[in-house]
């Protein structure tokens, strides 16, 4: 039985695997540059964060209707759910969609076929988080913003994703003051690719509750007192900083040198489809490379739950 956990970083779209690629490509009359799975398969060789990036918004031409997105995410939840995932708070992207011409209403009432009844089809509770694009203007993310107004009782929080470096979170200042005015929860990707400078402006300026990623943080001393003070969550993806070689191999992570140091760490597949694995993936790697203890990978479980935006008892007492 694999460890139950929740899964707190996870884009909806970095979920899409070649098979299903191929066969809503063909559902959906779009033609794909490249001749099969196979050869997709091997353009996964990633540089950094924007040569991924590049094929994570390239394949997204193929979701058109509710049904992709339902299939996407249906698909997502029964890996995850085999994987011991027992919550998921999953990302998604809507100014990528909304760009190619496939509506707000599509993308979230798609996800939400999936998303309702998963609870019941997979064992699974879902919280959507809706992440803005930090590389597109904040006059962008308003209008997302604005476009989300109809669904919010289908959205749980924001975050915020795609390059990082140059695009800090004070862009998005006004953006999340009227998230939050909205009652929405708040996260944001920082000190992925970008310095911990950006982790601090997040928590300060955008009042995150969570970081995603913050790996970068610990190069910040200060900060990771103040990290490990405050319990702020970091949702880690150990495979993902792999392949966009945040660090060298997974033996340097310093994912074992965050927990001794007292960082509220979780585990997670970010794009997994990408990535090379899924949740427990994940885990399976940083216990049989870096060595973690069933101690240290129950703590990150708990950790999970914990940091996760599940709120009343009965939910967290099913766990
Ligand atoms: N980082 C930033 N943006 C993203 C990622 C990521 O890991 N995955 C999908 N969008
Ligand atoms: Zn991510």
């Known amino acids: 039985m694999p460890l139950p956990k929740a899964e707190l970083h996870l884009h909806i779209e970095g979920t899409l695997e070649p098979e299903l690629a191929f066969a809503l490509a063909a559902r959906n009359g779009v ?5 099969d799975e196979d050869a997709l398969r091997e353009a996964y060789r990633f540089e950094d964060l924007q040569s991924f990036l590049n094929l994570y918004y390239e394949l997204m031409a193929v979701l058109r209707t509710e049904r992709d997105f339902e299939d996407l995410a249906n698909a997502y939840l029964a890996r995850a759910a085999a994987q011991g995932v027992r919550h998921a708070e999953i990302f998604f992207d809507p100014q990528a969609h909304l760009a190619r011409g496939v ?3 599509t993308v979230v009432e798609g996800l939400w076929r999936a998303l309702g009844t998963s609870r019941d089809r997979h064992g699974v509770s879902t919280r ?12 962008s993310a308003m209008r997302t913003l604005d476009a989300a107004k109809p669904y919010l009782d289908r959205i749980t929080g924001v975050g915020l994703d795609s390059a990082e470096v140059g695009h800090p979170p004070v862009k998005f200042r006004e953006v999340y003051e009227a998230a939050a005015a909205l009652g929405l929860r708040r996260v944001a990707h920082a ?5 911990p400078a950006y982790v601090v402006e997040a928590l300060d300026v955008l009042g995150v509750e969570r970081i995603d990623h913050g790996l ?9 007192e103040r990290l490990v003070r405050d319990r702020v969550p970091l949702t880690l993806c150990p495979l993902s900083n792999v392949r966009l070689r945040t660090v060298d191999t997974l033996a340097d992570h310093p994912l074992p040198a965050m927990l001794d140091a007292g960082l509220m760490c979780t585990v997670n597949s970010d794009d997994p489809a990408y990535f090379g694995g899924y949740a427990g993936d994940n885990f399976d790697a940083v216990r049989d490379t870096l060595g973690l203890g069933e101690d240290r990978l129950r703590e990150l479980a708990r950790n ?3 940091a996760s935006f599940l709120e009343d008892e009965e939910d967290l007492r099913a766990r």
């Open 304 to 306: 999970s739950f914990l």
């Open 31 to 35: 033609s794909l540059p490249y001749a």
């Open 128 to 139: 959507l988080i809706m992440c803005f694009l930090r590389d597109e203007s904040a006059e």
């Open 103 to 105: 509506e707000m209403g």
């Open 191 to 195: 000190g992925e690719e970008g310095p």
């Open 216 to 224: 970068r943080a610990t190069e910040d001393p200060a900060l990771v």
